[in-house]
């Protein structure tokens, strides 16, 4: 459980974040550089005092400025992975993994095992930090924190160091480590990508303030969230479930809408995913196209945005299930063309390759 | 050639003495030196530029002032030193300890700016990781912080001997020049050069002077540069 409540003028802005979280997933706070996110887990470290409001993480209370309590950072059992590593350069990697290992378990106690495995560092053990590649580093950074036994973990950008290969291969551990240690995450970025494959919950922080909270894909799909998105990225977040997949093989998922096909092997049949459907990726059509493609649609249109030179279409489409959603984007000119209104039925087309670019299995 | 390193008994005696000094000097204000180092490099508190300045003065006053005013606080009528001697039975004046705190007070300068710097130079990021791992400040401090700038402070320690070694003015004003007791190796140097013929054996002095102050040195520097190298 963690409940934070924070207030803390720094400069020009003042960073204010309110938000409460019952299990044990990922939150990602997400927002521009400078939007105030490190500074929230800083608060809740101990490395940053708030002027005031409160802390309580599984029910011990790190900090409230009505109480006076003030915990300092090495009794708050918060576990902190720093963009930067921060690994120890005068010890190994085994000595660095060990330091906040409590006295009685100089072994690394119960976790051990299953966290060098976990993270694949068996042959790094007596080596030095300057001789580690980046996302080696990362990797004992983790370790070393949860081998601290945290009742959180926070992630300072823990990959914003690392190059492409080096960002998918380590967003593999980290997804795994809540259902692993029964831990809750506080992940901060300022990438997409990684709230895609991450997030459980998601806080959205600008100038300072948090200004939206919930599960991922409600706020994934908050117009606040569209704002701070570049043009290309404007879109809907779905989740679904993998049915097949594999290799030379379409992945076919289902989700509230219907069925997706992706030109995506290595799916686990059975499996979560989460994707993105870019909106200018979305094909219209008022009657059912006969083209080539076999992602269609039936729905109703339920808003439109006009702006500039574009128009986004909000379309509802036709399920059993819960009520699922695509945005189109086609331009101001077409909109007017075509003479569709909100009320109209309309068919909504997505390509199977454009649909692969940004799916994730989540874990 | 051989003639020339063989020390007489007395010049053998003055270098054993500047060694005593200068090595009890660099032990005596070493804890005093890593505080007043710490202090200057991690916390922020009032008057500090006023530290800063105090600690630096023994560096820019004229040695024999140093001298003058440890006379006035150490000799045995002086504020502390008539404390220290009559309830300890202990004291400064005209003895090779003397010499020693002499030597300290000069030296103190050159070891604290050195343990500063090599303290500043740890990335204060590694001590809040170290926090965050359960190490409260003191053992951030013994784990983290000396070990980082460790070869720093050795290359201070060492430069701060260095300089005690070749303290002249504030020991012959605070404990006089005394065979055995407080000639060390520049006073002995001084006192051959008062004599009619001394020049030989003052050439000699020079020389050991020369060779310890040069090791000395190069030792610093290697030190020095290591920490530099090895964590950056």
């Known amino acids: 459980m963690i409940n934070v409540n924070v207030t803390k003028p720094l400069g020009k802005i003042t960073v204010t974040a309110s938000f409460s979280v019952a299990d044990s997933g990922i939150t990602v706070l997400f927002g521009a550089s400078g939007a105030g996110k490190s500074s929230v887990i800083n608060m809740i470290a101990g490395l940053l005092t708030p002027k005031s409001g409160h802390i309580v993480i599984n029910k011990k209370t790190l900090f409230d400025s009505s109480g006076k309590i003030n915990l300092p950072p090495e009794k708050r059992g918060v576990g902190y992975v720093f963009q930067d590593s921060r690994l120890f350069p005068h010890l190994s990697v085994r000595k660095n993994m060990l330091y906040g290992v409590k006295k009685k378990e100089k072994d690394g106690g119960a976790d051990w095992e299953q966290i060098n495995s976990l993270l694949g560092l068996g042959g790094l053990l007596d080596r030095y930090p300057d001789k580690l590649s980046g996302g080696e580093k990362q990797r004992v950074a983790i370790a070393r924190a949860l081998l601290s036994q945290p009742d959180i973990l926070l992630m300072d950008e823990p990959m914003a160091a690392l190059d492409a290969f080096r960002r998918d291969e380590l967003i593999h551990y980290i997804a795994k480590l809540p259902a692993l240690f029964n831990i809750p995450i506080i992940y901060v970025t300022h990438t997409m990508d990684e709230i895609l494959r991450l997030a459980d919950y998601v806080g959205l922080m600008s100038d300072g303030a948090l200004i939206n909270f919930g599960p991922a894909l409600r706020v994934l799909n908050s117009n606040d969230i569209a704002e701070m998105l570049p043009e290309r990225d404007f879109g809907v977040i779905c989740e679904g479930r993998a049915l097949s997949g594999g290799e030379n093989e379409l992945g076919i998922v289902s989700f509230g809408g219907g069925h997706i096909e992706v030109a995506t092997g290595n799916l686990r049949a059975g499996g979560r995913v989460r994707f993105r459907i870019p909106a200018m990726d979305v094909v219209l059509s008022k009657t059912r196209p006969t083209t080539v493609g076999r992602n269609v649609y039936a729905g109703t249109i339920t808003e439109v945005r006009e702006r500039d030179l574009l128009a986004d279409i909000l379309i509802n489409i036709d399920s059993d299930e819960e009520s699922t959603h695509l945005w189109a984007r086609i331009t101001r000119l077409s909109f007017k063309e075509t003479g569709l209104a909100p009320g109209d039925r309309i068919y909504a087309m997505v390509k199977s390759v454009v649909a692969s670019s940004q799916f994730y299995e989540l874990y | ?232």
Not at chain 2, 77 to 97: C, D, E, H, S, V
Not at chain 2, 171 to 177: A, R
């Open chain 2, 1 to 232: 050639m051989n003639e020339f390193f063989r020390l007489t008994p007395s010049e053998l005696e003055a270098v054993r003495l500047s060694l005593l000094v200068g090595f009890t000097a660099v032990t005596g204000s070493f804890p005093f030196g890593i505080f007043f180092g710490w202090l200057l490099a991690r916390r922020e508190f009032p008057g500090k530029s006023a530290l800063d300045a105090l600690l630096h003065l023994p560096l820019v006053i004229p040695p024999v002032v140093t001298g003058y005013i440890l006379l006035i606080l150490f000799g045995r009528r002086g504020a502390l030193g008539g404390f220290l001697y009559n309830i300890f039975g202990f004291t400064f004046a005209f003895n090779w300890k003397g010499a020693a705190l002499a030597s300290a007070v000069i030296a103190f300068p050159l070891m604290v700016r050195s343990i500063r710097i090599s303290m500043e130079s740890v990335d204060r990021g590694l001590e809040s990781a170290a926090r965050t791992l359960g190490a409260g400040r003191v053992k951030v401090f013994f784990t983290i912080t000396i070990p980082l700038s460790f070869t720093g402070i050795l290359a201070g320690v060492v430069m701060a001997f260095a300089r005690s070694l070749g303290e002249f003015g504030a020991t012959i004003t605070f404990v006089s020049n005394i065979p055995g007791e407080t000639r060390t190796l520049p006073l002995a140097l001084y006192s051959q050069l008062q004599m009619p013929g001394g020049e030989f054996g003052a050439a000699r002095l020079c020389a050991v002077a020369l060779i310890i102050a040069f090791i000395s040195m190069i030792l610093s520097e290697y030190f020095a540069r290591r920490n530099r190298k090895r964590y950056d």
